[in-house]
Protein backbone atom coordinates (compact mmCIF):
# COMPACT_ATOMS: atom_id res chain seq x y z
CA UNK A 1 0.00 0.00 0.00
CA UNK A 2 1.24 3.60 -0.98
CA UNK A 3 2.57 5.76 2.08
CA UNK A 4 0.53 8.94 1.75
CA UNK A 5 3.47 10.86 2.89
CA UNK A 6 3.05 14.81 3.85
CA UNK A 7 4.83 17.14 1.65
CA UNK A 8 8.55 16.89 1.25
CA UNK A 9 11.37 17.31 2.55
CA UNK A 10 11.39 14.37 4.77
CA UNK A 11 13.56 11.31 5.21
CA UNK A 12 13.92 8.05 3.53
CA UNK A 13 14.93 4.54 4.47
CA UNK A 14 15.23 2.16 1.96
CA UNK A 15 16.04 -1.45 2.63
CA UNK A 16 16.80 -4.02 0.07
CA UNK A 17 17.22 -7.05 1.20
CA UNK A 18 17.26 -10.88 0.30
CA UNK A 19 15.85 -13.52 1.61
CA UNK A 20 17.56 -16.79 3.17
CA UNK A 21 15.13 -19.92 2.91
CA UNK A 22 15.53 -20.16 6.80
CA UNK A 23 12.88 -19.46 9.71
CA UNK A 24 9.70 -18.19 7.40
CA UNK A 25 7.73 -18.35 10.39
CA UNK A 26 9.98 -16.15 12.92
CA UNK A 27 10.69 -13.85 10.26
CA UNK A 28 6.78 -13.30 9.05
CA UNK A 29 6.01 -12.75 12.98
CA UNK A 30 9.06 -10.27 13.99
CA UNK A 31 8.57 -8.43 10.29
CA UNK A 32 4.51 -7.65 11.11
CA UNK A 33 5.85 -6.88 14.87
CA UNK A 34 8.38 -4.23 13.78
CA UNK A 35 6.17 -2.67 11.43
CA UNK A 36 3.35 -1.66 13.87
CA UNK A 37 6.49 -0.55 16.24
CA UNK A 38 7.83 1.44 13.77
CA UNK A 39 4.63 2.97 13.39
CA UNK A 40 4.60 3.90 17.22
CA UNK A 41 7.71 5.69 17.05
CA UNK A 42 8.14 9.77 16.70
CA UNK A 43 8.75 11.43 13.16
CA UNK A 44 7.11 8.43 11.31
CA UNK A 45 5.00 9.43 8.37
CA UNK A 46 4.89 5.89 6.55
CA UNK A 47 5.98 2.78 5.08
CA UNK A 48 5.95 0.56 2.13
CA UNK A 49 6.94 -3.13 1.32
CA UNK A 50 7.03 -5.31 -1.56
CA UNK A 51 8.71 -8.99 -2.07
CA UNK A 52 8.58 -11.18 -4.60
CA UNK A 53 8.69 -14.60 -4.58
CA UNK A 54 12.06 -15.13 -5.67
CA UNK A 55 12.22 -13.79 -2.24
CA UNK A 56 14.39 -9.84 -2.66
CA UNK A 57 12.10 -7.45 -0.83
CA UNK A 58 12.05 -3.77 -0.34
CA UNK A 59 10.89 -1.85 2.55
CA UNK A 60 11.29 2.04 2.98
CA UNK A 61 9.89 3.56 5.67
CA UNK A 62 9.33 7.32 6.12
CA UNK A 63 10.34 9.92 8.41
CA UNK A 64 10.17 13.11 9.53
CA UNK A 65 14.25 13.82 10.08
CA UNK A 66 17.14 12.13 10.76
CA UNK A 67 17.10 11.74 14.78
CA UNK A 68 14.01 10.09 14.45
CA UNK A 69 16.18 7.63 12.36
CA UNK A 70 18.64 6.91 14.64
CA UNK A 71 16.39 6.63 17.66
CA UNK A 72 14.16 3.70 15.67
CA UNK A 73 17.57 1.97 14.90
CA UNK A 74 18.52 2.31 18.37
CA UNK A 75 15.74 0.84 19.45
CA UNK A 76 15.91 -2.65 21.84
CA UNK A 77 13.39 -4.86 20.27
CA UNK A 78 14.62 -3.69 16.80
CA UNK A 79 18.07 -4.23 18.07
CA UNK A 80 17.20 -8.03 18.46
CA UNK A 81 15.35 -8.23 15.36
CA UNK A 82 18.59 -6.73 13.17
CA UNK A 83 20.97 -9.50 14.92
CA UNK A 84 18.42 -11.91 14.07
CA UNK A 85 18.47 -10.70 10.46
CA UNK A 86 22.44 -10.84 10.56
CA UNK A 87 22.15 -14.10 12.03
CA UNK A 88 19.49 -16.15 10.25
CA UNK A 89 17.03 -14.00 7.93
CA UNK A 90 19.33 -12.40 4.85
CA UNK A 91 21.07 -13.20 2.32
CA UNK A 92 22.68 -9.95 1.60
CA UNK A 93 21.15 -6.39 2.16
CA UNK A 94 21.52 -2.66 1.79
CA UNK A 95 20.24 0.29 3.86
CA UNK A 96 20.26 3.63 2.31
CA UNK A 97 19.76 6.49 4.28
CA UNK A 98 18.39 9.60 1.81
CA UNK A 99 16.54 12.99 1.72
CA UNK A 100 13.33 13.20 -0.41
CA UNK A 101 12.98 16.53 -1.46
CA UNK A 102 10.46 16.23 -3.98
CA UNK A 103 7.59 13.41 -4.71
CA UNK A 104 5.06 13.01 -6.54
CA UNK A 105 1.43 10.73 -5.14
CA UNK A 106 -1.08 10.03 -8.30
CA UNK A 107 -4.52 8.21 -8.04
CA UNK A 108 -6.23 6.67 -10.66
CA UNK A 109 -9.68 8.81 -11.43
CA UNK A 110 -12.30 6.93 -10.39
CA UNK A 111 -14.50 6.74 -13.76
CA UNK A 112 -17.68 6.58 -11.76
CA UNK A 113 -16.83 8.87 -8.66
CA UNK A 114 -19.78 10.68 -7.70
CA UNK A 115 -20.00 14.04 -9.13
CA UNK A 116 -18.04 13.71 -12.37
CA UNK A 117 -20.89 14.08 -14.45
CA UNK B 1 19.08 -8.38 -6.44
CA UNK B 2 20.96 -5.45 -4.75
CA UNK B 3 22.09 -2.90 -6.90
CA UNK B 4 26.00 -2.60 -5.54
CA UNK B 5 25.76 1.13 -5.92
CA UNK B 6 29.38 2.94 -5.31
CA UNK B 7 30.20 5.06 -2.27
CA UNK B 8 27.39 7.89 -1.40
CA UNK B 9 26.60 10.71 -2.40
CA UNK B 10 24.08 9.40 -5.46
CA UNK B 11 20.50 9.61 -5.93
CA UNK B 12 17.55 7.31 -5.80
CA UNK B 13 14.65 7.31 -7.11
CA UNK B 14 11.68 5.55 -5.26
CA UNK B 15 9.17 4.35 -7.54
CA UNK B 16 6.05 2.64 -5.57
CA UNK B 17 2.99 1.49 -7.42
CA UNK B 18 0.04 -0.64 -7.42
CA UNK B 19 -1.00 -2.64 -10.14
CA UNK B 20 -4.07 -2.55 -11.71
CA UNK B 21 -5.11 -6.60 -13.21
CA UNK B 22 -4.48 -5.31 -16.81
CA UNK B 23 -2.65 -6.05 -19.57
CA UNK B 24 -0.09 -7.88 -17.72
CA UNK B 25 1.82 -9.35 -21.02
CA UNK B 26 2.14 -5.51 -22.34
CA UNK B 27 3.31 -4.36 -18.98
CA UNK B 28 5.46 -6.98 -18.38
CA UNK B 29 7.51 -6.63 -21.94
CA UNK B 30 7.77 -2.87 -21.10
CA UNK B 31 8.72 -3.19 -18.04
CA UNK B 32 11.90 -5.07 -18.94
CA UNK B 33 12.63 -3.05 -21.79
CA UNK B 34 12.59 0.36 -19.43
CA UNK B 35 15.29 -1.42 -17.10
CA UNK B 36 17.36 -2.32 -19.97
CA UNK B 37 17.16 1.04 -21.37
CA UNK B 38 17.54 2.84 -18.06
CA UNK B 39 20.70 0.59 -17.57
CA UNK B 40 22.29 2.53 -20.81
CA UNK B 41 21.61 5.56 -19.61
CA UNK B 42 23.99 8.07 -18.21
CA UNK B 43 24.76 7.92 -14.51
CA UNK B 44 22.64 4.92 -13.92
CA UNK B 45 24.12 2.96 -11.17
CA UNK B 46 21.69 0.47 -10.71
CA UNK B 47 17.96 -0.78 -10.05
CA UNK B 48 16.21 -3.22 -7.68
CA UNK B 49 12.85 -4.23 -8.04
CA UNK B 50 10.00 -6.13 -5.96
CA UNK B 51 6.27 -6.75 -6.21
CA UNK B 52 4.42 -8.59 -4.31
CA UNK B 53 1.14 -11.03 -5.45
CA UNK B 54 -0.80 -8.32 -4.11
CA UNK B 55 0.08 -6.18 -7.18
CA UNK B 56 1.92 -3.54 -5.09
CA UNK B 57 5.48 -2.75 -5.87
CA UNK B 58 8.38 -0.92 -5.65
CA UNK B 59 11.63 -0.25 -8.01
CA UNK B 60 14.56 2.16 -6.68
CA UNK B 61 16.56 3.18 -9.44
CA UNK B 62 20.20 5.20 -8.28
CA UNK B 63 21.45 7.86 -10.40
CA UNK B 64 25.04 9.72 -10.42
CA UNK B 65 23.08 13.07 -10.39
CA UNK B 66 19.90 14.73 -10.67
CA UNK B 67 20.33 15.91 -13.67
CA UNK B 68 20.65 11.95 -14.83
CA UNK B 69 17.29 11.39 -13.80
CA UNK B 70 15.73 14.58 -15.23
CA UNK B 71 17.35 12.98 -18.92
CA UNK B 72 15.83 9.65 -17.97
CA UNK B 73 12.41 11.04 -17.47
CA UNK B 74 12.53 12.75 -20.76
CA UNK B 75 13.51 10.20 -22.86
CA UNK B 76 10.59 8.94 -26.00
CA UNK B 77 10.43 5.92 -24.79
CA UNK B 78 10.21 5.76 -20.77
CA UNK B 79 7.58 8.54 -21.87
CA UNK B 80 5.33 6.43 -23.73
CA UNK B 81 5.65 4.03 -20.99
CA UNK B 82 5.14 6.59 -18.45
CA UNK B 83 1.87 7.57 -20.74
CA UNK B 84 0.90 3.49 -20.71
CA UNK B 85 1.22 3.76 -16.83
CA UNK B 86 -1.25 6.22 -16.56
CA UNK B 87 -4.10 4.76 -18.73
CA UNK B 88 -3.97 1.32 -17.83
CA UNK B 89 -1.27 0.18 -15.92
CA UNK B 90 -1.90 1.75 -12.29
CA UNK B 91 -4.39 2.35 -9.71
CA UNK B 92 -1.72 4.55 -8.13
CA UNK B 93 1.52 5.48 -7.46
CA UNK B 94 4.42 7.89 -5.87
CA UNK B 95 7.78 8.31 -6.92
CA UNK B 96 9.95 10.17 -4.73
CA UNK B 97 13.38 11.98 -5.61
CA UNK B 98 16.03 11.36 -2.97
CA UNK B 99 19.65 11.79 -2.18
CA UNK B 100 21.25 9.19 -0.55
CA UNK B 101 23.98 10.46 1.93
CA UNK B 102 24.98 7.34 3.47
CA UNK B 103 24.64 3.67 2.98
CA UNK B 104 25.50 0.44 4.29
CA UNK B 105 25.29 -2.98 2.12
CA UNK B 106 25.85 -6.24 3.84
CA UNK B 107 26.91 -10.11 2.87
CA UNK B 108 26.18 -13.08 4.28
CA UNK B 109 29.92 -14.48 5.06
CA UNK B 110 30.16 -17.79 3.14
CA UNK B 111 30.88 -20.48 5.46
CA UNK B 112 32.29 -22.22 3.10
CA UNK B 113 34.75 -19.77 1.49
CA UNK B 114 38.07 -20.59 0.80
CA UNK B 115 40.80 -19.43 3.04
CA UNK B 116 38.34 -18.60 6.40
CA UNK B 117 40.30 -21.22 8.36
Redesign the interface.
Same mark, same amino acid.
Given at each position: ???R?PA?PYW?V?F???R?AADAAGYGVTAEHMVALAADQPGFLGA??? %?? *?DG???T?SYWQNEADIAAWRAHAAHQLAIAAG?DRW?????? %?? *???????????PQADAPGQG
Open positions: MLATPAVSNQTESA %RG *AFGIVFYRCFAT %RV *AYVGRDHLWDK
